[in-house]
Each structure stands twice: as structure tokens, then as C-alpha cells.
């Protein structure tokens, strides 16, 4: 069959045609949503199909990966301070998410260094803060935490620098013992040995009185904290008063190596050297318990809490002490201005030359 020229050229007009009706539907319909997406791409895309991907353009490489994965995979170790959140609390205790595979559980007694009635005292649901670890994994994957020995450490730090500054605390008395008796500072139990009470109550009335303390020993490792409320008393006082003073003060106690005086609420010791210039073979022989007497100080040793005393240094004549106290009572203050005057002398003759006192 032959197709003339005429005959193919009017097939290409109808076909032209066909195709400008289909792209007039195709316009007409063009609102019409198909639901499919623009981006499709076509079967001979190479796109389309699988391939293998370079790791380098992901943006890291698999040990930048694997580093960060390891982050949430916790090496937990007792001794360890963690951060957690409180997500339950417990009859017993509270459960604590610190971001290991099982939550970890901190008991009733390690929830403060303090006493509390209750866990909901200290801590409460959605809580953040720091836990220490105190135990190894149980066969349940568990931890045991405390908050307990956090502030613990915390306070051995803290009594460490207020024994540095010397400082002077006050804190009550919650019980005493036949050796003396026992306060808490900064949550620890401290204790003050009979010999470092200064008062005229009982031992067992001073429960519940809040007394000014000096610390005398800080030891973590051995647990022990020593105080002393003399200590405390003894500086007070001494910030009142000065070598070769005169005061007054009653005899509270007479030991074979002298007589502790109270002047003014502290204790002060007069040394059976210091009674007078004369040989004394015991202190009973010139004092009795509750004399009222005057002494002069001869020396003030803060670090140790002491006051020494003389009377020796306020005898007219030497002896006195012994066949006339009531002169000495009497002469006192002149004896001590006496007294004062000879350390002057003696000062001014050990000056170096060119040196003068004010």
C-alpha cells in the first residue's frame, strides 16, 4: 500500500490535534488533587534505586558514633557523684533515674546527714540534684544512692576551715555521758569532755542549752570531733582583759598543784608557785573552796584556753599570803601598779639600742 504525501500529512494534523484535546483535559483537571506527591521521580531514574551510601557524607565517622553512644553508656562505680532525678518516693526510700538501664534506689537512712521524719522531707517527685554511689551494681542492675554522705564530706570540709579560722560556734546540747557532753555541728556528733565545760549547772541540765564552742580537735578519719565550751568562755573573757590586772574571783576547786579561781564565769588557774613567796606545801593550807579572793593575771594563753594567776605578785611583804591575807586583799591594786611598773623597766632594759616604747 502507498501512502501518498497528501494523505500523511493530514494523519500528522489529526494526531497534533489528538495531543492539543488531551492537554486541554489534563488543563482542565489540573486543580484536581491525585494525591501524588511532585517529587516522584521517574522509573529510569537512577535515583530511584538502591545504592550504597558513602559514610563520609553522613557528617561523622562510625568512632565519632560509637564515642557518642558510649556517653549514654554510664561506667556507674561506687564512690562516684552523680546527678539524678527523683521520679518515686517510697515507704522505704525513693527510686532516683541517674540515666543507667535500671533506676537506682536511695534507702530511708541515707536521705540526710540529719534526722528526718520522712523521705518527703528532703526530697520530692521531679527533684533534681547530686547522689552519691555507695554500692556495685545488685543482680537486678540496681544502685544504691545516698545524699547522705555527700553532705557528710561537706561537713568535714566545713568544721576543717572553721578549726582554720579559729572560729567560734554555738550549738545545743542534745546529751550528756559521764565523760561530757554531746552536740552536733554542721550535722556531725561532737563532743565536749567534762574538763572543757565552764558552768556551775549540773552536767545533765545543760540538755537542750545552746553553748559557744571552740573546736580542740577535727579528725574525719579517726571520727573525731572534740570541742570545748572553756575555750570559747576563756576567749570572750580575755577580750576584756589583760596581763597584770587585778580582778576578783572566788575558789571553786583546790588540787595538790593549786586553786582554780572563777573570775567572772571562766577559770583561772592560781598555781601553788604563784600563792605566795614563801614555800606552800599544799594549796589547803592558805584556800578554802568558795574564798573570795583578789588575783592578778600573769598570763593569757588563748590557743589553750588558759588564764594564769598570782597572788604571789600582790604580797606586800613575802609571805603575807600566809600571816596576813586581808593586807594583801587590801594592797592589791597597788602591788599590781607596782607590778606593771617592774615589766616596763624590764621591757625598756632588753630594748635594742635606737628603740624606743611608746
Not at 562516684?80 to 533506676?103: L, N, P, Q, W, Y
Not at 522531707?121 to 540496681?142: K, M, W
Not at 570545748?228 to 574571783?249: C, D, Y
Not at 601553788?272 to 579572793?293: G, R
Request: glycine share 6%; charged share 30%; proline share 4%.
Amino acid at each position: 500500500m502507498t501512502v501518498t504525501p497528501s494523505e500523511l500529512e493530514s494523519s500528522a494534523t489529526a494526531v497534533v490535534e489528538a495531543d492539543l484535546d488531551l492537554d486541554q483535559a489534563f488543563a482542565a483537571d489540573a486543580d484536581l488533587d491525585l494525591g501524588i506527591p511532585d517529587d516522584v521521580p521517574s522509573a529510569d531514574d537512577s535515583s530511584s534505586r538502591a545504592a550504597a551510601r558513602d559514610i563520609e557524607g553522613v557528617g561523622f565517622t562510625l568512632d565519632e558514633f560509637a564515642s557518642l553512644l558510649s556517653k549514654y553508656d554510664y561506667n556507674f562505680k561506687p564512690g562516684d557523684v552523680v546527678k539524678g532525678a527523683v521520679f518515686a518516693i517510697e515507704s522505704k526510700g525513693a527510686m532516683i533515674d541517674i540515666g543507667a538501664k535500671t533506676a537506682a534506689f536511695m534507702p530511708m537512712q541515707e536521705v540526710s546527714i540529719n534526722r528526718v521524719e520522712g523521705i518527703a522531707d528532703v526530697l520530692e517527685p521531679g527533684e533534681e540534684r547530686e547522689f552519691f554511689i555507695i554500692s556495685e551494681e545488685n543482680e537486678d542492675g540496681q544502685l544504691t544512692l545516698s545524699i547522705r554522705r555527700i553532705e557528710y564530706q561537706r561537713a568535714w570540709e566545713r568544721v576543717r576551715q572553721l578549726q582554720k579560722e579559729d572560729a567560734t560556734i554555738y550549738s545545743e546540747v542534745f546529751a550528756t555521758n559521764r565523760g561530757g557532753a554531746l552536740v552536733r555541728v554542721e550535722g556531725l556528733r561532737g563532743f565536749i569532755p567534762g574538763s572543757h565545760i565552764s558552768t556551775r549547772k549540773p552536767k545533765e541540765d545543760l540538755v537542750a542549752d545552746f553553748l559557744p564552742l571552740k573546736f580542740l580537735e577535727v579528725d574525719e578519719e579517726r571520727n573525731r570531733l572534740v570541742l570545748s565550751h572553756r575555750r570559747a568562755l576563756v576567749e570572750r573573757k580575755m577580750n576584756r582583759l589583760e596581763v597584770g590586772e587585778v580582778v576578783i574571783g572566788t575558789v571553786r576547786g583546790i588540787k595538790p598543784y593549786g586553786a582554780f579561781i572563777d573570775i567572772g564565769g571562766v577559770s583561772g588557774l592560781l598555781h601553788i608557785s604563784e600563792i605566795s613567796h614563801e614555800h606552800i606545801e599544799t594549796p589547803h593550807t592558805v584556800l578554802n573552796v568558795n574564798d573570795q579572793m583578789k588575783v592578778m593575771i600573769i598570763d593569757l594563753d588563748a590557743e589553750r584556753g588558759r588564764i594564769s594567776l598570782s597572788t604571789k605578785a600582790l604580797e606586800p611583804e613575802p609571805g603575807d599570803m600566809l600571816t596576813d591575807p586581808q593586807k594583801v586583799f587590801e594592797k592589791a591594786e597597788e602591788m599590781a601598779a607596782r607590778y606593771k611598773q617592774m615589766l616596763l623597766e624590764q621591757a625598756e632594759d632588753n630594748e635594742p639600742m635606737g628603740v624606743t616604747l611608746d
